[in-house]
């Protein structure tokens, strides 16, 4: 399907559509600091093919949506959340399965609590909570630590910035599996090069969080899926475990060795449960609970990031 720009209360934006608009709706919801690119095109003909009219879009300051000036976006963390919301209105959908990674599934955390009218269900994926709860989570791995608090890029260079967000990308899958630098570096490429001004992209960096709801994760109604990889560095599957026991009835689908994100060969494994998570009869969901022995781990709360 061709982009469409969509004017969210002023806001211009870019979205992309897979399916047939009779299927049941799917917003998918990339982390801040990532365009739709990052929802890959054919993860995303997947869920059409299992019968779901997808959606995906740019955040602003990402890809071919509107940017602002380093340090003057003059928006919010919440607005970011209200823009989803304005790419339902721009479709005439008046409620979607709401689909998120990372910051992205923070923001359809929100979206739930806030407007739980406009969300049939929610599918979390790589994040942590997006409301404080009781429970402590595990830090991020020291390896990922060391990455954020050293690693540098000159914005001015493409060639700097593409080879920074690959290494970054490599510390995000994490240690357990295979890195496919040859399909990440040209995703990066694609991404930095479609984007109307890609430096943008770093006023996600220091966004001000902006009113949010004050209900706790329990006040979450729908149905709710988590997926977390097991070897996630960013959010160890601690706070997976933490959502999919703080929201009522979630279930939780552990990928072994799985990093931080959507990885390409979880694909068939997240298409499947996505499917049957949103199926409009609930005969065919997920199971409400599929993962391994718990883990209680010291550690602090961490600000849900890309």
């Not at 093919?49 to 740019?58: N, P």
């Not at 609590?113 to 979390?124: A, E, N």
């Not at 977390?228 to 009522?248: K, N, S, V, W």
Request: net charge negative; proline share 6%.
């Amino acid at each position: 399907m061709a982009e469409r720009m969509v004017d969210v209360d002023g806001v211009e934006l870019c979205t992309e559509t897979f399916g047939d608009r009779s299927d049941p709706p799917v917003l998918l919801v990339m982390g801040t600091g990532a365009s739709m690119l990052w929802w890959e095109e054919g993860f995303c003909r997947m869920l059409a093919e299992g019968g779901r009219f997808v959606i995906r879009y740019d955040h602003r300051d990402t890809g071919r949506s509107v940017t602002r000036e380093r340090g003057r976006c003059g928006y919010t963390g919440a607005d970011l959340a209200g823009d989803a919301l304005g790419v339902l209105d721009a479709y005439g959908i008046p409620a979607a399965h709401v689909v998120g990674v990372s910051a992205g599934g923070a923001l359809a955390q929100l979206i739930a609590l806030g407007r739980p009218d406009r969300v049939l269900s929610l599918v979390l994926i790589s994040t942590s909570r997006a409301v404080p709860g009781d429970r402590e989570l595990p830090p991020p791995t020291e390896e990922f630590m060391r990455f954020v608090s050293s690693a540098e890029a000159d914005w001015s260079r493409t060639a700097s910035v593409i080879d920074y967000l690959v290494e970054y990308a490599r510390v995000l899958a994490g240690s357990r599996r295979r890195f496919d630098e040859t399909a990440v570096r040209d995703l990066v490429r694609r991404d930095v090069e479609r984007a109307h001004r890609f430096a943008a992209v770093r006023n996600h960096d220091s966004l001000p969080e902006g009113e949010r709801p004050r209900r706790p994760l329990s006040s979450i109604s729908v149905p709710t899926l988590v997926i977390h990889g097991t070897a996630d560095p960013m959010f160890p599957i601690g706070h997976g475990e933490a959502l999919a026991e703080e929201i009522p009835g979630a279930g939780l689908l552990a990928l072994e060795g799985a990093g931080h994100g959507v990885d390409r060969a979880d694909w068939e494994t997240i298409v499947r449960a996505v499917v049957a998570h949103t199926a409009a009869d609930g005969r065919d969901r997920a199971p409400r609970r599929d993962v391994g022995p718990r883990r209680r781990e010291p550690g602090c709360d961490t600000d849900t990031g890309t």
